[in-house]
């Protein structure tokens, strides 16, 4: 990085602001946006004007900058950059276009962007970043006045009035799938935890609740502590969570793609200059992946660092300014992280606290007798005592405690046929009791009939992994309908539209599927207000994701089994998936990966019975395992791939194009794992059969050879790696060129190989 490439950055920071400044500018004058974002707009002058100033200083001394100083400043500026794009993106999709949906564009665009998306919240990044820049060491280049207006704009950010209206009850939020959260926070009683002390409960969602109740109380005594939320159900989400956090404190490294995330994050808070910290491992019901290594489930960890042979657990740091908190429903699996004496159990609610939480969703003008009578029969366990609680309130004045009761009694004495589906599986799980199952099946009824596609929308949410289900995917389908329908309209026009009405046209017709967008996504919030008022799902803090209990996921199922609806529904799912999962699994693309593969390994899981769905499923595991392969994760790559080669082997035949990719897929499983042999067994069984069904010459053929070659040498024999790799490049020189890329590759390695080898190897 050099001096005059930091200008560059700088001007192309400056482009993208003035950008936003001039979508602004050029708003229609009946706009009538928010006070918010107007109070942006009319700042981001100010901040362009600063880096105007900060790149004619560096002009001046761009020759004398050392590479620590650039290296340091391009970190400012792509960070800075990065927040910039965004904010240029919300004005550019949520200013121009039909006036009185501006909030509605801008709601679907900020979800887009996940947590910090909210125009405050970047231009208050955007600020903090040029404020660094300007009054880096080496630059120092913000006059008096820049740097007080540079204050003042981060001042009155904060004072803002939110741009997203706030849910009820603010305050702080940690179910988001990892995050250091440091909002606002409501205090409140409840029971002190001691650090690294794991919380076990019998009770549904008592323990994440303690959790977070012991987390305000944190907050509360010193605000400046970080609460770090992470989902530790298992390996995938657990890395997936460290990631998140080291997002979202933008730890230098976090994109290199051989970065030991772990070890980073692990550094980041044994640091005490960066202040105290509480984290919350939330959901640790298996301990036995922390006590496994890197290498065990991430192959490309083996040769780069020793620290590949130390346990998860490991890079969970013991400091006197931060502690662990624990929630698990396993006993068991606590014992294995602390002694006895440092375990919390959570016991059953009482009769009264039970009592007492109807009467506070319910209100207190209720017949307490009935009331504890209720509360008795669910059980006291709180997830049934909130769906019994908001199915009442939600049909009030038709619906009673009395009625409700009567209601529960008569669905208990008929549920027999969802509990017995499962071969008593059911019952084996400690938690999983029958009033969970009517409660649910009493608020599902009742939302079939008052809004049907409420009830579609949790079927089809009943599929995904339940605590990070984007909303992306539950829309799938419909855009996908959409989007034809569009270029059906545009194909037809576009045949008899004179060239001078297509402008006019096509802005009509903009304007139309917008207000259609519009009426989807209304009709889309309805669904999950429907659901969340009957307390079966609720929203992450991200504003993007939802989550719902996986016993309410397993009752759904059963009920659309019941009904012979489930394969239906599981083929939505999986068509869902496959459609928004990225083609390849190049590193570009690894962060979209990153969020879906939790969803994948759960449709890993859900075989499809029908064979359309089958052969979306096999594709979209071949996806997934060319993610887990570039990733260096071997095992996951073995299965994904395999279970795709056999499916596809059954459907579409064993020379198919697809099924030899699938076992090509699962060589390269074999050889990230040392598998030498069994990948070289492979790889002839594809490459011979490729020249008998495509012939010698074509691409695919070419590029088996080459695998082929470089297994032979990883097994040291390097003479028959060079005489393979030569047939591939002679027949890629004449198809393909000498500048193709493959040829290149293949070039480079040869290479290689003959330097190895010495002067002997003739080329």
Request: hydrophobic content about 35%; proline content about 3%; glycine content about 6%.
């Amino acid at each position: 990085m050099s001096g005059l490439e930091l200008i560059g950055g700088i001007s192309a920071l400056i482009s993208i602001i003035d950008a936003s400044i001039k979508i602004y500018k050029g708003a229609k004058k009946d706009l009538k946006l928010s006070e918010t974002f107007n109070t942006v707009g009319r700042r981001l002058p100010s901040l362009s004007d600063t880096l105007q100033t900060c790149k004619q200083f560096l002009e001046s001394i761009h020759d004398s900058l050392a590479a620590d100083v650039c290296e340091a400043l391009d970190k400012i500026i792509e960070s800075c950059d990065e927040s910039a794009e965004k904010l240029r993106r919300i004005f550019e999709k949520v200013i121009p276009g039909v006036d009185d949906a501006w909030e509605k564009r801008y709601l679907k665009v900020a979800k887009s962007l996940g947590k910090g998306g909210k125009v405050e919240e970047l231009m208050i990044a955007i600020t903090q970043d040029v404020q660094l820049l300007a009054n880096h060491h080496a630059v120092k280049s913000a006059n008096q006045e820049q740097d007080a207006e540079l204050g003042n704009i981060i001042k009155e950010m904060k004072s803002v009035k939110s741009s997203i209206p706030e849910e009820d009850n603010p305050g702080m939020n940690f179910n988001s799938g990892g995050g250091a959260q440091t909002n606002n926070i409501n205090s409140g009683s409840g029971q002190f935890i001691a650090n690294n002390a794991p919380i076990t409960t019998q009770n549904f969602g008592r323990k994440s609740q303690l959790a977070i109740e012991y987390a305000h109380q944190i907050y509360d005594r010193d605000p400046n502590t970080w609460i770090i939320w992470i989902h530790a159900s298992n390996a995938d989400r657990f890395e997936q969570s460290f990631r998140e956090v080291a997002d979202n404190l933008k730890l230098a490294g976090r994109q290199d793609p051989k970065v030991n995330i772990f070890r980073l994050l692990s550094t980041w808070l044994s640091d005490k200059r960066n202040g105290p910290w509480m984290l919350v491992l939330n959901n640790l019901d298996n301990a036995e992946y922390l006590r496994s290594s890197l290498a065990s489930h991430r192959t490309d960890y083996d040769s780069r660092e020793q620290s590949a042979a130390q346990p998860l657990i490991d890079y969970l740091p013991q400091s006197r300014h931060g502690s662990i908190l624990i929630t698990t429903r396993s006993r068991d699996a606590a014992r294995k992280l602390v002694e006895d004496g440092d375990i919390v159990p959570v016991e059953p609610l009482e009769t009264s606290e039970g009592v007492m939480l109807l009467e506070k969703k319910l209100g207190e003008s209720i017949n307490k007798s009935q009331v504890e009578q209720l509360a008795v029969a669910l059980e006291l366990i709180p997830l049934a005592l909130v769906q019994a609680a908001v199915y009442i309130s939600q049909r009030a004045p038709r619906s009673s405690v009395e009625q409700y009761l009567k209601q529960y009694q008569k669905s208990d004495r008929s549920k027999s046929s969802l509990l017995n589906c499962e071969g008593g599986q059911l019952r084996r799980d400690h938690e999983a009791r029958n009033s969970i199952i009517t409660t649910w099946e009493i608020s599902f009824n009742c939302i079939r009939e008052i809004r049907p596609s409420a009830a579609n929308l949790l079927s089809l949410m009943s599929f995904f992994d339940p605590q990070g289900i984007l909303d992306l995917l539950l829309h799938v389908k419909a855009d996908g309908k959409n989007e034809r329908h569009r270029q059906g309209i545009r194909t037809l026009q576009d045949d008899f539209r004179a060239e001078e009405d297509k402008e006019e046209e096509e802005e009509e017709e903009e304007e139309e599927e917008g207000q259609s967008d519009l009426n989807e996504d209304n009709e889309f919030e309805e669904d999950v207000k429907t659901l969340r008022d009957y307390a079966l799902i609720d929203i992450n803090s991200d504003g993007v994701t939802f989550k719902m209990h996986a016993l309410v996921q397993f009752a759904t199922r059963k009920w659309l089994e019941i009904r012979k609806e489930l394969e239906e529904w599981k083929g939505q799912f999986v068509q869902s998936l496959y459609r928004a999962f990225p083609q390849t699994g190049e590193h570009e693309n690894w962060h979209e990966c990153q969020i879906l593969f939790p969803h994948v390994k759960s449709a890993a899981r859900q075989r499809p019975a029908m064979k359309e769905p089958l052969e979306e499923w096999a594709s979209l595991l071949h996806k997934a395992a060319w993610y887990t392969w570039s990733r260096g994760q071997g095992a996951d790559t073995e299965e994904m791939s395999n279970t795709s080669f056999k499916v596809r082997k059954k459907v579409l035949g064993l020379e198919h194009e697809d099924t030899l990719t699938s076992l090509a897929m699962t060589a390269l499983a074999y050889s990230l794992q040392g598998r030498w042999k069994e990948a070289e067994e492979l790889e002839v069984q594809i490459m011979e059969t490729r020249k008998r069904v495509l012939g010698e010459e074509h691409p695919d053929t070419l590029t088996s050879q080459a695998n082929l070659a470089w297994t032979f040498q990883s097994q040291g024999r390097t003479l028959e790696a060079i005489d393979l790799m030569r047939q591939s490049i002679q027949i890629s020189v004449r198809k393909l060129g000498k500048e193709h890329p493959d040829t290149l590759d293949r070039n480079r390695a040869l290479r290689a190989w003959i330097a190895e080898t010495g002067t002997t190897i003739k080329k």
